[in-house]
C-alpha cells in the first residue's frame, strides 16, 4: 500500500466514525465498577444518553450527559461519553477538554486515550480545512501540515 493510500484510508476510516460508535455503543454503566451509593439519577441520566447516543440523537445525548455531569462531577464515564457526543456535534475543543478531564480521573483509561486521540486527528483536519480557504495565502502551511499528518502515518506500524 502506498503512503497516499494509507493517509487517505486512515483519514477516511476516522471521518466515517466508525470506530468511535462501535465503542460508544459498548459502553454502559454497568462497566463503571460506580459504587452502590453512587447516584442513581447519575446512572439513569448517564444510560439515557448512551441509548440517545446510539440511536444518533446526539443534542439530546449532549443534554443528558450534561446533567448526569451535574449529578455526579467526578465520573470518568460520563465525561468520556459527553465528549464523545461533543465531538459528533463538531464541538472538537469542548470534547478535548472533556477527555482530558476525564483522563485526570482515571489515566488508564484506554477507551478515552482512543478517542483523545481521534478529536486531535479531527481537530488537525479542522486545521487543514481553514488553511486551505486561505487559498495562496495559506498554501505553504498546508503543504507543511500535510506532510506532518503523512509522516506521522508513515511513523505508524502496519
Do not use: C
Not at 459498548?26 to 447516584?39: K, L, N, P, V
Not at 462531577?73 to 464541538?91: E, V, Y
Not at 487543514?128 to 506500524?157: P, R
Amino acid at each position: 500500500m502506498d503512503k497516499k493510500t494509507k493517509v487517505l484510508a486512515v483519514m477516511i476510516i476516522l471521518l466515517s466514525g466508525v470506530v468511535i460508535n462501535a465503542h460508544a455503543a459498548g459502553t454502559s454503566s454497568s462497566s463503571w465498577g460506580m459504587e452502590e451509593q453512587q447516584d442513581k439519577t447519575a446512572v439513569s441520566l448517564y444510560d439515557q444518553g448512551v441509548g440517545a447516543s446510539e440511536n444518533n440523537d446526539y443534542l439530546k445525548a449532549l443534554t443528558l450527559f450534561e446533567q448526569a455531569l451535574r449529578e455526579d462531577s467526578s465520573n470518568p464515564d460520563i465525561l468520556n461519553m459527553l465528549a464523545h457526543t461533543q465531538l459528533k456535534l463538531g464541538m472538537i475543543d469542548e470534547a478535548l477538554e472533556s477527555y482530558k478531564r476525564a483522563l485526570a480521573l482515571r489515566p488508564r483509561f484506554p477507551e478515552a486515550r482512543e478517542y483523545l486521540g481521534e478529536a486531535y486527528i479531527q481537530a488537525a483536519l479542522r486545521e487543514m480545512k481553514t488553511l486551505q480557504s486561505y487559498g495562496g495565502e495559506g498554501a505553504d502551511n498546508l503543504k507543511d501540515l500535510t506532510k506532518a499528518f503523512k509522516d506521522a502515518v508513515d511513523s505508524l506500524e502496519w
